[in-house]
Nanobody, 122 residues
Framework: QARLVESGGGLVQAGDSVRLTCTVS????????VGWFRQAPGKERELVAG????????YYANSVKGRFTVSRDNAKNTAFLQMNSLKPEDTAIYFC???????????????WGQGTQVTVST
């Protein structure tokens, strides 16, 4: 059974950094495209970052470029989202997702975690 579990969220101040971790089981992680999504209250869920199975191809939403870094450790079935210079508008529930396909294509992602809350205060 596929399972994705996010961890690392919390309440931080503007300008702080947070690293989210996604631990995956029940899927062939080595070949899995992994994405990080977020959903703020009243807004649609958006793809923040995506990484191919080899880490060769990476996508970032314009709103996070230069501040967020996605990475993965295939030996540990784990993916990460390093978030620096956080802003109040980054406040959202962050979801880890996996699938087979292009890392920038939202339809790629067919397996989802339950999400972790990140709240950035002023």
């Amino acid at each position: 059974q596929a399972r994705l579990v996010e961890s690392g969220g919390g309440l931080v101040q503007a300008g702080d950094s947070v690293r989210l971790t996604c631990t995956v089981s029940g899927l062939g992680f080595r070949w899995l495209t992994v994405g990080w999504f977020r959903q703020a209250p009243g807004k649609e869920r958006e793809l923040v970052a995506g990484i191919s199975w080899s880490s060769e191809y990476i996508y970032y939403a314009n709103s996070v470029k230069g501040r967020f870094t996605v990475s993965r450790d295939n030996a540990k079935n784990t993916a990460f989202l390093q978030m620096n210079s956080l802003k109040p508008e980054d406040t959202a529930i962050y979801f880890c997702a996996g699938g087979s396909g292009y890392h920038y294509d939202t339809s790629t992602y067919t397996h989802w975690g339950q999400g972790t809350q990140v709240t950035v205060s002023t």
